[in-house]
T-cell receptor, first 110, second 114 residues
Framework: DQQVKQNSPSLSVQEGRISILNCDYTNSMFDYFLWYKKYPAEGPTFLISISSIKDKNEDGRFTVFLNKSAKHLSLHIVPSQPGDSAVYFCAASDGNQFYFGTGTSLTVIP | DVKVTQSSRYLVKRTGEKVFLECVQDMDHENMFWYRQDPGLGLRLIYFSYDVKMKEKGDIPEGYSVSREKKERFSLILESASTNQTSMYLC?????????????FGPGTRLTVL
């Protein structure tokens, strides 16, 4: 059973606007979360992370928000750029291994 | 920069063949992982290793085995390939402390089993 879910397989956003990618999880033991970005024909690359003791982490144009009570995290990209077009995976750790979501394909339209 | 390389980008094999997928990392990472990526299923962990000669089953180990004879190299073995093992295979490595260290991924091997 999928413990980490990304319910939107795809998302299209105009350049300069905000992109919001969502991720839900079911396991309350998850205490560390990451976002990865994947371009075609390349492996995923780490983007940003957040510990469960925080509710927000920011790195340049990328901000991750964590709502533990809702078991929900989101990645905000502001402003979105065409080079952000990729598949984004969220991942969660229970201290033993990472569990990945199914991915959301983001297209930023110039 | 960490570099994780995988022996093949594309591989085509026949049902029943024994298949070896090789992964090498150059940053002296203790942990190494094998995932498969399938549409609608995301990345699923097959096996991982904390150290040389050590291995742990992930979520979907059936039909696979692994070998880690040297710290930098982690091999995934399909003893008798089947069509349902057609997938993208991704290798990753990380520093000690699997739960909180980012994983560095290789470019992937797209395996097709006919």
């Amino acid at each position: 059973d999928q413990q980490v879910k990304q319910n939107s397989p795809s998302l299209s956003v105009q350049e300069g606007r905000i992109s919001i990618l969502n991720c839900d999880y079911t396991n309350s033991m998850f205490d560390y979360f990451l976002w990865y970005k994947k371009y075609p024909a390349e492996g995923p690359t780490f983007l940003i992370s957040i510990s469960s003791i925080k509710d927000k982490n920011e790195d340049g144009r990328f901000t991750v928000f964590l709502n533990k009570s809702a078991k929900h995290l989101s990645l905000h990209i502001v402003p979105s750029q065409p080079g952000d077009s990729a598949v984004y995976f969220c991942a969660a750790s229970d201290g033993n291994q990472f569990y990945f979501g199914t991915g959301t394909s983001l297209t930023v339209i110039p | 920069d960490v570099k994780v390389t995988q022996s093949s980008r594309y591989l085509v094999k026949r049902t029943g063949e024994k298949v070896f997928l090789e992964c090498v990392q150059d940053m002296d990472h203790e942990n190494m992982f094998w995932y498969r990526q399938d549409p609608g299923l995301g990345l699923r962990l097959i096996y991982f290793s904390y150290d040389v000669k050590m291995k742990e089953k992930g979520d979907i180990p059936e039909g696979y085995s692994v070998s880690r004879e040297k710290k930098e190299r982690f091999s995934l073995i399909l003893e008798s390939a089947s069509t349902n093992q057609t997938s993208m295979y991704l290798c990753a490595s990380s520093l000690t402390g699997v739960s909180y260290n980012e994983q560095f991924f290789g470019p992937g091997t797209r395996l097709t089993v006919l």
